[in-house]
């Protein structure tokens, strides 16, 4: 008995044969393939620019200077923050870069 069934075969011994089989036919010439034609791009349109968001930010005045009750310079120091605490400390961290002394005389937002 012949174990290789084609689709056909299978099709009618599940359903039934109520339609007569076709007869199977050797492909065709291929299609001819359509030529390739290349589009130039689309230029995309520039995507607005987005507002920047507001940014708190407060301003630290710091007393500096070199000498213990010397000179004392008044320096101002902007941080990109809302707690006082972190902008206090981000202020003195870079005033103690050039300066012995460092005292903060004031914090307000901006």
């Known amino acids: 008995m012949n174990t ?3 689709e056909e075969e299978m099709r ?6 109520a339609e007569s089989p076709a007869p199977v036919s ?3 010439a291929p ?3 359509p030529q390739i034609v290349i589009e130039p791009p689309v230029k995309t349109v520039a995507k607005k620019k987005i507002a920047k968001a507001f940014t708190p930010r407060l301003r630290v005045t710091l007393r500096v200077g070199n000498e213990f009750e010397g000179q004392m310079h008044e320096i101002v120091h902007e941080a990109d923050t809302l707690s006082t605490l972190l902008a206090e400390q981000e202020a003195t961290k ?3 870069k050039k300066f012995r002394f460092v005292e903060v005389v004031s914090v ?3």
Do not use: C, I, Q, S
Request: charge should be positive; charged fraction near 25%; aromatic fraction near 4%.
């Open 12 to 17: 009618r011994a599940l359903f039934g044969g």
């Open 94 to 96: 870079a005033a103690r």
């Open 4 to 6: 290789e069934l084609t």
């Open 31 to 33: 299609d001819p393939v």
């Open 26 to 28: 050797a492909p065709a």
């Open 108 to 110: 307000k937002t901006m």
